[in-house]
């Protein structure tokens, strides 16, 4: 299990960095774009439909990360005691919710995706990008966070020193 665990976490890092320089290049092109706007008076048509992208993409790839680095929305007025069988009940069940939504948008942003790469959708601008390469980013991003969940399941429950602590 543990072999498990290290791919999942290893996955989820590399997702959160790669979903990092997307983040990073979006700022280039935008910061391109304003000078070529407002200084050069020569817009480009490119880079609103491709920041658009680069922000879906990056979003959903920073999910895991985020879940293994333990930076999602949490609220321990309760159960502030890693370790105690009360929180890792808690963290269980909200583990679960999180799984089963993962499951769900898996299951059926899958169909979505291949629905519009069999019928050779594409985006509604100017680009007419393929909507398989937008559509992809929801049910992979939502496979690696369920990905992740398992393995914090694991984490959790695993014999020995209480998991990490939320910050």
């Known amino acids: 299990m543990s072999a498990f665990i290290r791919l999942a976490d290893t996955i989820s890092e590399f997702t959160g960095r790669l979903a990092a320089w997307i983040f990073f290049a979006i700022g280039l092109i935008v910061t391109y774009e304003v000078a070529m706007r407002y200084l050069f008076t020569a817009p480009t048509i490119w880079v609103d439909e491709t920041a658009r992208i680069g922000q879906i993409w990056a979003a959903y790839l920073a999910a895991a990360y985020t879940l293994k680095h333990r930076e999602m929305i949490v609220i321990d007025l309760v159960f502030r005691m ?86």
Do not use: K
């Open 82 to 167: 890693p370790g105690t069988v009360g929180r890792r009940l808690l963290e269980t069940f909200a583990l679960l919710v999180i799984g089963l939504f993962c499951f769900m948008t898996v299951y059926y942003g899958f169909g979505l995706w291949l629905q519009a790469t069999l019928r050779g959708h594409t985006t509604d601008t100017v680009l007419a990008l393929p909507r398989w390469f937008t559509d992809a980013s929801v049910w992979l991003g939502f496979a690696l966070l369920g990905l992740q969940v398992i393995a914090e399941l694991a984490r959790l429950w695993a014999p020995g020193p209480p998991p990490r602590e939320v910050r």
